[in-house]
């Protein structure tokens, strides 16, 4: 329910149930165009934009406002909220210190920059306003990448991983992921053995996977191997969170090292042990000023360090500092004097074997199709521990049998089928080819339902690739035959009745269930 318009005590209501609290970065400078004047001996304009992208502008006569279009969790089903527009409300942060947006309640509707005019007999009096960067993330994952190696489509991280004949060829294939929370550039993939390996990207958004174009070698030599692939990108790292408290500082610095340092403190001078000195590797220890106060100019500190020329290793990049009461955010401030890139790796290894065994022994695959279901039989051998399935070259699973059934295969269009003997020590044979078919639709027509002298009478139209039809009255099977009509006599009468047709194809498939109608017997 939309809170009433003159409802003040809305903002006080919500902040007893915030536990929420977002962080943000102050920004620079302001870019926000006021609202038109509306005429008027006193009044108010407004403009407010949101983190969520939307933009309300308008004129009051009162200091406060109500906002229909904005308010709540949601973008798109605002609640309504009451906005301090006056000036004596700065929205640290983004949030109203008398009013709404309120953290926690309010969550898609921050504030990310706002412009206030008092007007005085068609004059602007007093204005004021601000910017603020969007909250990060506290839980945004780090930047990381992936990559996965194989070798003959085995994962093989182990030994001794697939057997080779000497002389045969090996064939890796490569995925690699951006399993992290930062987006990637520069992504760069390595063969320990083959040397640099072509992918169809070099930059990765969040949770992105390819596969790079495969590499092969020719095993020359009996005996166990091993190697691997590694890859390398390139994160740029996005402002810290500081961790929340009730009352104080807390504060994220990183660093053009690339450290990032998330801290609290009582007292708004705090000793970073793990920062400090020319070397990110060996850190002195520094004083940081952790008030607001402290504008960090150009990244060096005004109060406390880094120091120029001293902390070369340590100069700010960014930072964001807030100074909390009562476990929420009183005064924030922060600033991005650089940009700071991170490398992320990863390197995965495979494992096989070569040696002049015989492989697992040979057999004889068919395929055909039994009642329009795709079925695979071969010889059996007792050397022979399972069998893997393939269609159109993706793996389906394995069995002990000697035949399978594909149940799930898609009708009407083509498809191959392949089958791997898997021995008892683990070697596995080059699939064997089944065959290609294409499994029947099942026949599609009309049906319609009329009555003749109050009995239901169904026709439909005939489907060459039907060899019946079963009939179904009220879900229940009542007969099948081979026409394309039936009088139903034996319909109960006062009732209603829906009819249902389910054409059978000469090879047994069944089709889909078509609905004739329905229709009301009289007593």
Same mark, same amino acid.
């Given at each position: 329910?939309?809170?009433?318009?003159?409802?003040?005590?809305?903002?006080?209501?919500?902040?007893?149930?915030?536990?929420?609290?977002?962080?943000?970065?102050?920004?620079?400078?302001?870019?926000?165009?006021?609202?038109?004047?509306?005429?008027?001996?006193?009044?108010?304009?407004?403009?407010?934009?949101?983190?969520?992208?939307?933009?309300?502008?308008?004129?009051?006569?009162?200091?406060?406002?109500?906002?229909?279009?904005?308010?709540?969790?949601?973008?798109?089903?605002?609640?309504?909220?009451?906005?301090?527009?006056?000036?004596?409300?700065?929205?640290?942060?983004?949030?109203?210190?008398?009013?709404?947006?309120?953290?926690?309640?309010?969550?898609?509707?921050?504030?990310?920059?706002?412009?206030?005019?008092?007007?005085?007999?068609?004059?602007?009096?007093?204005?004021?306003?601000?910017?603020?960067?969007?909250?990060?993330?506290?839980?945004?994952?780090?930047?990381?990448?992936?990559?996965?190696?194989?070798?003959?489509?085995?994962? !093989? *991280?182990? +030994? %001794? @991983?697939?057997?080779?004949? $000497?002389?045969?060829?090996?064939? =890796?294939?490569?995925?690699?992921?951006?399993?992290?929370?930062?987006?990637?550039?520069?992504?760069?993939?390595?063969?320990?053995?083959?040397?640099?390996?072509?992918?169809?990207?070099?930059?990765?958004?969040?949770?992105?996977?390819?596969?790079?174009?495969?590499?092969?070698?020719?095993?020359?030599?009996?005996?166990?191997?091993?190697?691997?692939?590694?890859?390398?990108?390139?994160?740029?790292?996005?402002?810290?969170?500081?961790?929340?408290?009730?009352?104080?500082?807390?504060?994220?610095?990183?660093?053009?090292?690339?450290?990032?340092?998330?801290?609290?403190?009582?007292?708004?001078?705090?000793?970073?042990?793990?920062?400090?000195?020319?070397? !990110? *590797?060996? +850190? %002195? @220890?520094?004083?940081?000023? $952790?008030?607001?106060?402290?504008? =960090?100019?150009?990244?060096?500190?005004?109060?406390?360090?880094?120091?120029?020329?001293?902390?070369?290793?340590?100069?700010?990049?960014?930072?964001?500092?807030?100074?909390?009461?009562?476990?929420?955010?009183?005064?924030?401030?922060?600033?991005?004097?650089?940009?700071?890139?991170?490398?992320?790796?990863?390197?995965?290894?495979?494992?096989?074997?070569?040696?002049?065994?015989?492989?697992?022994?040979?057999?004889?695959?068919?395929?055909?199709?039994?009642?329009?279901?795709?079925?695979?039989?071969?010889?059996?051998?007792?050397?022979?521990?399972?069998?893997?399935?393939?269609?159109?070259?993706?793996?389906?699973?394995?069995?002990?049998?000697?035949?399978?059934?594909?149940?799930?295969?898609?009708?009407?269009?083509?498809?191959?089928?392949?089958?791997?003997?898997?021995?008892?020590?683990?070697?596995?044979?080059?699939?064997?080819?089944?065959?290609?078919?294409?499994?029947?639709?099942?026949?599609?027509?009309?049906?319609?339902?009329?009555?003749?002298?109050?009995?239901?009478?169904?026709?439909?139209?005939?489907?060459?690739?039907?060899?019946?039809?079963?009939?179904?009255?009220?879900?229940?099977?009542?007969?099948?035959?081979?026409?394309?009509?039936?009088?139903?006599?034996?319909?109960?009468?006062?009732?209603?009745?829906?009819?249902?047709?389910?054409?059978?194809?000469?090879?047994?498939?069944?089709?889909?269930?078509?609905?004739?109608?329905?229709?009301?017997?009289?007593?």
């Amino acid at each position: 329910m939309k809170p009433n318009p003159g409802d003040n005590k809305r903002g006080f209501l919500r902040r007893v149930a915030t536990t929420l609290i977002a962080l943000v970065v102050v920004a620079a400078s302001l870019a926000v165009a006021p609202a038109a004047f509306a005429g008027g001996d006193k009044s108010y304009q407004y403009t407010f934009n949101f983190v969520n992208g939307e933009s309300i502008s308008g004129t009051s006569s009162d200091n406060v406002a109500f906002l229909r279009d904005a308010g709540g969790r949601s973008a798109d089903n605002p609640t309504g909220m009451d906005i301090h527009i006056s000036c004596s409300d700065e929205f640290p942060g983004g949030w109203g210190e008398k009013d709404g947006p309120e953290q926690g309640v309010d969550t898609a509707w921050q504030v990310e920059s706002y412009t206030i005019n008092k007007m005085k007999n068609g004059k602007v009096d007093k204005t004021c306003g601000d910017a603020f960067v969007p909250a990060v993330d506290p839980d945004l994952d780090p930047p990381a990448i992936d990559i996965e190696k194989y070798v003959n489509d085995d994962d !093989a *991280d182990s +030994p %001794t @991983g697939p057997r080779v004949d $000497v002389g045969d060829a090996v064939n =890796f294939t490569y995925l690699v992921t951006n399993t992290g929370g930062v987006a990637l550039r520069d992504v760069v993939v390595t063969d320990s053995i083959l040397g640099a390996v072509t992918c169809p990207e070099t930059n990765m958004a969040v949770g992105a996977s390819m596969w790079c174009t495969p590499m092969s070698t020719t095993v020359d030599n009996a005996g166990q191997y091993t190697n691997e692939a590694d890859v390398v990108a390139i994160a740029r790292l996005t402002p810290g969170a500081p961790p929340v408290i009730n009352k104080g500082h807390g504060y994220s610095f990183t660093f053009v090292n690339g450290i990032t340092i998330n801290g609290t403190n009582d007292s708004n001078t705090v000793f970073v042990a793990g920062a400090g000195g020319r070397s !990110a *590797d060996n +850190p %002195t @220890g520094m004083d940081m000023h $952790v008030s607001c106060s402290d504008k =960090f100019p150009g990244g060096w500190g005004e109060k406390d360090g880094p120091e120029q020329g001293v902390d070369t290793a340590w100069q700010v990049a960014s930072f964001t500092i807030n100074k909390y009461k009562d476990g929420r955010v009183d005064k924030t401030c922060g600033d991005t004097f650089a940009q700071v890139d991170t490398e992320v790796s990863d390197n995965d290894p495979v494992n096989y074997i070569a040696d002049n065994t015989p492989e697992p022994p040979r057999f004889e695959c068919e395929s055909t199709t039994v009642n329009g279901v795709p079925v695979l039989s071969w010889t059996d051998d007792p050397d022979v521990a399972t069998y893997a399935i393939f269609r159109n070259g993706t793996w389906l699973t394995r069995t002990k049998a000697n035949t399978y059934t594909d149940h799930a295969a898609p009708a009407g269009v083509k498809v191959t089928y392949q089958v791997r003997a898997i021995g008892h020590d683990g070697t596995k044979s080059d699939k064997v080819d089944c065959g290609m078919l294409t499994p029947p639709e099942p026949p599609r027509f009309e049906c319609e339902l009329t009555t003749v002298n109050g009995v239901p009478v169904l026709s439909w139209t005939d489907d060459p690739e039907a060899a019946s039809y079963a009939i179904f009255r009220n879900g229940d099977w009542v007969v099948r035959t081979k026409s394309t009509s039936f009088t139903d006599f034996g319909a109960p009468a006062g009732v209603t009745l829906s009819y249902q047709i389910r054409p059978i194809g000469h090879d047994g498939t069944k089709g889909d269930f078509i609905d004739c109608g329905t229709i009301a017997i009289g007593s």
